[in-house]
């Protein structure tokens, strides 16, 4: 292949995905607000690393577009699936810190949409907390699927954590008129009293540690004092 050739090639290949996501951004500019929320729940379902930049500008709320700044005005949901879309991207992150705190932004607000992408990235995540993290925002979405084995797995999956959005899921679930399969209600329940089980433990053991701290400082204080009221003796005994 000419060298030239070859390089008009490489060139076009590097320009490409630019152009598709400057596209992007003049699509959202473009679009009215229920356009906005399918395009930001579209990418959050098919994260792209090249998109990152622009969610980034779209959570400063301003765009760059034929090197004009744009003032963008965002309602309070499109910014709530403008940082969903975020949390998406960032679990193609290679830093697991990073990967934990989208997939712990992703238990409250991953979208049924994003299922098939949580999945793959479950399959694929070597990092114990990252894996786990994303266990729990997989199993919040499974609680709405159509197969009663599928949400029955998720409410036993949410039963072994000890997280407050566990038991709100779990809650929910026990309304009247939520759960129409008796083995799965039946499952919720007794996750949801482990999660409440292994909630007062950690505040209870949370209180005997303040206590425990408050404890110490009065220790200290009055030991403290007895030393100074101590000195003072002995000094008063020196001048008498």
């Known amino acids: 292949m000419p060298t030239a050739l070859y390089r008009f090639i490489l060139a076009l290949a590097l320009l490409l995905p ?3 996501h400057a596209g992007d951004a003049e699509d959202f500019v473009a679009a009215n607000p229920v356009q906005q929320a399918k395009l930001l729940e579209s990418w959050a379902a098919q994260p792209d690393p090249a998109r990152v930049e622009l969610i980034n500008a779209l959570q400063q709320g301003e765009l760059n577009i034929d090197g004009q700044p744009k003032t963008l005005r965002l309602n309070n949901r499109l910014r709530g699936l403008i940082d969903t879309a975020m949390a998406s991207h960032q679990l193609l992150a290679a830093d697991a810190n990073t990967r934990l705190a989208a997939a712990q932004q992703l238990q409250k607000s991953a979208k049924p949409a994003q299922l098939a992408f949580l999945d793959r990235q479950l399959a694929g995540e ?3 907390s990252v894996h ?3 266990s729990l925002a997989l199993a919040n979405l499974q609680l709405v699927d159509t197969d009663p084995a599928v949400r029955l ?3 036993r999956l949410l039963g072994e954590t000890g997280d407050p959005l566990a038991r709100t899921r779990l809650e929910g679930l026990l309304e009247p008129g939520v759960e129409a399969d008796a083995t799965v209600s039946t499952a919720a329940e007794t ?3 482990q999660v409440k089980r292994k909630l007062l433990i950690g505040e209870l053991l949370g209180q005997a540690f303040s206590g425990m701290s ?3 400082i009065l220790l200290l204080a009055a030991l403290g004092l007895a ?4 000195l003072l003796g002995v000094i008063n005994m020196a001048h008498g």
């Open 18 to 20: 630019m152009a598709a």
């Open 126 to 128: 070597q990092d114990e």
């Open 132 to 134: 786990a993290a994303l």
């Open 153 to 155: 797995a998720a409410v």
């Open 191 to 193: 996750s949801l009293a």
């Open 214 to 216: 408050l404890g110490s």
């Open 227 to 230: 030393i100074t009221f101590g």
